[in-house]
């Protein structure tokens, strides 16, 4: 598989980690370090290890994991290990995690001392196939989600699915809600396609198109003006019900899973108000409920829901604007719904997990 060529770097697939030694030579860094959480240090850092013996002149960070250390204070702990261990301008850092890692890594190495290069090596499939491309880094200030961050490229993404091995199921799952997404929006034969297939041997090139698919739509437009908004289906409902879960469940949805819930209601919210047709609405339903696990939705959570929704960054002065399908494969963005509208489309998701 040829490298996926992004905004002034590639992302390698296949031998990808082969390419890092290469790179570190290539560039002569003074200093390489990698970012780690508990989690990918033990079972990421022994593959890179096993497939990399030369690599051996490095020092690692490594962090608690969970979105909850995604914050300034962890970021501080990075930007102080740099220091401490030396690091100058002239220094690489490898963020080896999920999107946890790639998304705070990528913001303390293009903050500190005014920007040193970074890697990303992506190890959840969320974040192979949505943090991996896009520039976005950032971490979350209290309860707001990515709310301080930089538009900052890698120099270059590595991607192996030797990773996904030891990755929880239920992540696994998760990150999947991500490609359903790309095909739904983008490419009606790649959503045929990923139906008969098995999460457990999830084959790369279907990794490998989804990354094409984001980078296409990133390239386009970096700073999210239009075309790349389309990338938010499914999250303006889902990230509410994302937020309202964490607050209110004992044990609280993962990303895909509130993703999953968002497509589906916006699916019905595409077939009302975006011409999406019947027959291809309940084939989306039937897929999504195939893979996805339901979720006991309330009415009495809607006033939350529906104030987390105008809270989000992505909305502005009260609008809530939508990403919706037309068709599988095609996708209108900039569609504003008033509150009653949406939700008809949270009643219409309680409806059918009833049934
Ligand atoms: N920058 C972007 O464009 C972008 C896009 C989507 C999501 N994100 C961000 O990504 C984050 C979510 O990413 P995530 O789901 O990867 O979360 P995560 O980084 O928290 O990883 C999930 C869990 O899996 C563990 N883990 C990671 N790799 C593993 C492996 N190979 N084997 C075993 N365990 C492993 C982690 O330690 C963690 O416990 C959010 O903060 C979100 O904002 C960013
Ligand atoms: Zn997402």
Known sequence: ????????????????????????????????????????SEHCLPV?????????????????????NKNIDFCIGVWQMLLDFGADRN?????????????????????????????????????????SVGG????????????????TQPKAVLISTDFLKTLDHRQLVSGFAEIVKHGLIADKEYYAQIQGISLEKLPPEIIYRSVEIKNQVVTADPFEKGIRKTLNFGHTIGHAVET???????????????????????????????GLDEI??????????????????????????????????????????????????????NIYLKEEEIIEGLEYYKGIIKK
């Open 48 to 68: 890179v290890n096993k497939l990399l013996p030369e690599l051996d002149n490095y020092d690692i960070i490594e962090i608690d994991p969970g979105e909850e």
């Open 136 to 151: 976005k880094t950032g971490i979350d200030l209290g309860n707001i989600k990515n709310i301080i961050g930089t538009f």
């Open 91 to 131: 220094s690489l850092l490898i963020n080896l995690g999920g999107g946890v890692i790639t998304d705070m890594g990528g913001f303390a190495a293009s903050t500190f001392k005014r920007g040193i290069d970074f890697v990303q090596v992506p190890t959840t499939l969320l974040s192979q196939v949505d943090a």
């Open 244 to 274: 309202y879960s964490l607050k209110n469940d004992k044990d609280p949805l993962l990303h895909g899973e509130a993703i999953a819930l968002g497509m589906i209601c916006e699916a019905y919210l595409s077939h009302k108000y975006n």
């Open 1 to 40: 598989m040829l490298p996926i060529k992004s905004n002034g770097y590639s992302v390698f697939f296949d031998n990808s980690l082969t390419e890092l030694k290469n790179f570190i030579d290539n560039a002569a860094y003074s200093k390489v370090f990698f970012l780690t959480d508990l989690n990918t």
């Open 280 to 333: 291809e609405l309940q084939e989306i339903i039937r897929y999504i409920r195939f893979v996805f696990p339901d979720y006991a939705l309330s009415s009495s959570s809607y006033p939350d829901v529906m104030e987390f929704m105008k809270n989000d960054k992505k909305n502005s002065s009260g609008n809530i604007g939508f990403a919706l399908l037309s068709s599988i494969g095609c996708c209108g963005y």
